[in-house]
């Protein structure tokens, strides 16, 4: 039995377009659509992407089940400790 099938929020889905190789989702920063004039050029610079935050990892990725980005992370961390465990053994 397969269950029911995910759909993505499309609203969610134009704010955030993308997941690292890290499972991180990137989403756009506000303040940049119009009067840019008047900041300065670090300020217009400043104001491009970042990455959501972690109290919001697990609402994004339900709105947006299609990034992947929680499969992502579970197999970064995976492969983050597995290596840690690696680097602890080599220097036993």
């Known amino acids: 039995m397969s269950g029911f099938k995910l759909k993505t929020r499309k609203a969610a889905a134009k704010r955030f377009r993308k997941a ?7 989403r756009s920063k506000g303040s940049h659509g119009h009067f840019l004039a008047k900041r300065g050029q670090k300020a ?19 709105l947006v089940p299609a990034l992947g980005a929680k499969r992502k992370r579970s197999k970064f961390i995976a492969n983050s400790l597995k ?8 220097t036993k």
Do not use: P, Q, W
């Not at 690292?20 to 990137?26: E, P, Q, S, Y």
């Not at 400043?46 to 109290?55: F, I, K, L, N, Q």
């Not at 465990?85 to 080599?90: D, I, M, R």
């Open 44 to 62: 217009r610079l400043s104001a491009g992407t970042t990455y959501v935050h972690d109290s919001n990892f697990e609402a994004v990725n339900k």
């Open 83 to 90: 290596r840690a465990a690696e680097a602890a053994s080599e």
């Open 20 to 26: 690292t190789a890290n499972g991180k989702i990137v």
